[in-house]
C-alpha cells in the first residue's frame, strides 16, 4: 500500500540556517504530494503542494520538488527563523482525498 | 469564517464511558474527515464522509462510530472508551468537484483525548 517516510526527529537548528527534511514515498500511479504543518497547540495548515513529477511547491521561504525518479519531496529553506518551530508532515493523496502522512518531524529553531 | 471548529478542546473519560466528539465546518465542503494523532506518530484515517448520509472506514475504525446527517456536521462517537483510544483527534473537510484534482484538507484543532 501507500506510505510515506520522513528523516526521524528531532531537529534542532540555530538561525538563518539551511533546513532540509528528507521525505520518501512509496506509491503505485501518480500521487499528489504535500508538507504540512503544525504549530504547537494547533492543527495541520497546508504547506505546499506538488502534483505531478517536476513540480516545484513553494510558501514562505519553503520548497520542495516532486521527484518522481527517486519518489522523493524534500522540505527545504534557505535561512529558519525562530517562528518556523513546528512539526512538519510529508504526506501524499492517491483518489479518494485520503491522505496518508509520514510520522512527522519536530524541527526547533533557536535564536 | 470560522473553518473547521472542534469540540471539546480536553476531555478525560473512565474506562467504557462513551462521548461525541464534535466537529463542525462552514465552508460548504462535501469531504469531511476524522483522524487520530498518537505520540510521534502521523495521523491515521478513522472515517471519512464524502456528503450528508455516505460514510466510510478509514484505516483504524473499530472503536469509533459516525455519522453525517448535514454538510456541515460530522460527529465522531466512542461507545466504550479504552486507553487504546487515548489520542489527540483532528477533524477535516475539503471541498471535491469534478475535475479538480488537489483539493486542501482544512483541520481543526484538534480534541486531546485522554482515557484512564
Known amino acids: 500500500g501507500n506510505s510515506v517516510t520522513q528523516m526521524e526527529g528531532p531537529v534542532t537548528l540555530s538561525e538563518e540556517a539551511f533546513l532540509t527534511i528528507n521525505c520518501t514515498y512509496t506509491?503505485?500511479?501518480?500521487?499528489?504530494l504535500f508538507w504540512y504543518v503544525q504549530y504547537p497547540g494547533e492543527g495541520l495548515q497546508l504547506l505546499l503542494k506538488?502534483?505531478?513529477?517536476?513540480d516545484k511547491g513553494s510558501n514562505k521561504g519553503f520548497e520542495a520538488t516532486y521527484r518522481k525518479e527517486t519518489t522523493s519531496f524534500h522540505l527545504e529553506k534557505g535561512s529558519v527563523q525562530v517562528s518556523d518551530s513546528a512539526v512538519y508532515f510529508c504526506?501524499?493523496?492517491?483518489?479518494?482525498?485520503?491522505?496518508?502522512f509520514g510520522q512527522g518531524t519536530r524541527l526547533t529553531i533557536n535564536p | 469564517n470560522a473553518g473547521v471548529t472542534q469540540t471539546p478542546k480536553f476531555r478525560i473519560l473512565k474506562i467504557g464511558q462513551s462521548m461525541t466528539l464534535q466537529c463542525t465546518q462552514d465552508?460548504?465542503?462535501?469531504?469531511m474527515y476524522w483522524y487520530r494523532q498518537d505520540p510521534g506518530m502521523g495521523l491515521k484515517l478513522i472515517y471519512y464522509?464524502?456528503?450528508?448520509?455516505?460514510?466510510d472506514k478509514g484505516e483504524v475504525p473499530n472503536g469509533y462510530n459516525v455519522s453525517r446527517s448535514t454538510t456541515e456536521d460530522f460527529p465522531l462517537r466512542l461507545e466504550l472508551a479504552a486507553p487504546s483510544q487515548t489520542s489527540v483527534y483532528f477533524c477535516?473537510?475539503?471541498?471535491?468537484?469534478?475535475?479538480?484534482?488537489?483539493?486542501?484538507?482544512?483541520f481543526g484543532p484538534g480534541t486531546r483525548l485522554t482515557v484512564l
Open positions: 477535516a473537510s475539503s471541498s471535491h468537484r469534478q475535475g479538480l484534482l488537489t483539493d486542501t484538507q482544512y
Open positions: 506509491a503505485t500511479g501518480y500521487p499528489s
Open positions: 506538488a502534483t505531478k513529477a517536476d
Open positions: 504526506a501524499l493523496r492517491q483518489g479518494a482525498q485520503k491522505l496518508v
Open positions: 465552508m460548504n465542503h462535501n469531504y
Open positions: 464522509s464524502v456528503g450528508a448520509g455516505i460514510t
